[in-house]
């Protein structure tokens, strides 16, 4: 059985492969290419860049462009359904999620998120685009689908069609009591529960035990990522800053976001102008990509961060790949 390591880099696509204890480079691809997010499974890399999204069968040695159907060319994440083979889901920028039922060959549009896009006037701070979708999580029949600045959009038919939570309003404008921060930067759903569902936002994390339709602050500030143990929907590491990309640091709790303690053992924080953009595991470990580019990554029974793989630059999203043999 071999493991993987996938990058998605700010100019190209980058493969390490675990030999003896530590990851040693294999190949690079897709060079030129702005890559934003990247998905594994089956022996099948997906990556998404600025320019659609491309897929390798040999383990980044060679790409093909897979983007027919995607009208929306700047794709910001991809997903999977973790019950169903060859059933990916790309988030765009402006907002608009596309489905494939053949490996990411083909796509669908979902027109009803567009149309809540313009209905509702989804916005980006930083770009003239109407909005992102920028995370799924998947639990049975129901997904979730986090929108910036938009809200939470969820889904009853494995993805098939979207509406808004009822718990989110929808609009870039801040929420009434109960209702979610609709600056939305990822979301998860808990393998207990297709109710029990955390997302990190511009308003800070928030918590639903309703499936979406109210919502629980935890933390007040700034956050883009959270892991949740699988084990213990109360375990939790948040990545969390003072503002965009100001003051940022990593933060634990143990009772589901009541209490919150330091856990960047090893790290120099807070960071002035960087913080954690996206979490992944990768067997015992936590990696981290912070929006810097820079990868760090810690045990997860001890929390002690160090800086991994130094020669990467511009790192965006990370995943692993495990093929047997």
């Known amino acids: 059985m071999a493991t993987y390591l996938i990058l998605a880099t700010t100019n190209s696509m980058v493969i390490y492969e675990h030999e003896n204890s530590s990851w040693h480079e294999l190949q690079r691809g897709l060079h030129g290419q702005a890559a934003t997010c990247v998905i594994g499974r089956e022996g099948v890399i997906l990556a998404g860049t600025h320019a659609g999204v491309f897929r390798s069968d040999d383990l980044g040695a060679t790409w093909q462009e897979a983007s027919q159907g995607l009208s929306t060319r700047y794709v910001r994440w991809l997903s999977y359904h973790p019950d ?6 790309a988030g765009t920028e402006p907002a608009g999620i596309y489905i494939s039922h053949d490996g990411g060959e083909s796509w669908h549009d979902r027109p009803e998120v567009a149309s809540m896009r313009d209905k509702q006037g989804w916005s980006l701070p930083y770009s003239p ?8 999580a998947f639990h049975g029949e129901r997904g979730y689908a986090a929108v910036e ?23 870039p404008s801040y929420p009434q009591p109960g209702a979610i921060h609709p600056d939305v930067h990822s979301i998860e759903v808990h393998p207990s529960s297709p109710d029990l569902v955390y ?23 700034y956050c883009r990522a959270v892991w949740v143990d699988p084990g213990d929907p109360e375990h939790l590491i948040l990545g969390i800053a003072d503002g965009v990309d100001y003051n940022g640091r990593i933060e634990l709790s143990r009772d589901g976001g009541r209490t919150w303690q330091p856990a960047s053992q090893g790290l120099d924080v807070p960071w002035r102008r960087h913080m954690v953009e996206r979490f992944a595991r990768v067997g015992d470990e936590l990696l981290a990509v912070l929006s810097n580019g820079e990868l760090i990554a810690a045990p997860l029974a001890a929390l002690e961060w160090r800086t991994m793989l130094k020669e990467i630059n511009g790192v965006n999203a990370v995943t692993s790949l495990t093929i047997n043999s």
């Open 129 to 136: 685009a109407a909005g992102c979708v920028r995370g799924f």
């Open 84 to 89: 169903i083979s060859d059933f990916e889901l």
């Open 199 to 221: 997302a990190p936002t511009g308003g800070g994390f928030y918590r639903s035990w309703d499936g979406g339709k109210t919502w629980s602050l935890r933390y007040r500030g």
């Open 149 to 171: 600045v938009g809200g939470v959009l969820v889904s009853d038919d494995r993805g098939e069609t979207w509406r808004l939570a009822d718990g989110s309003q929808g609009n």
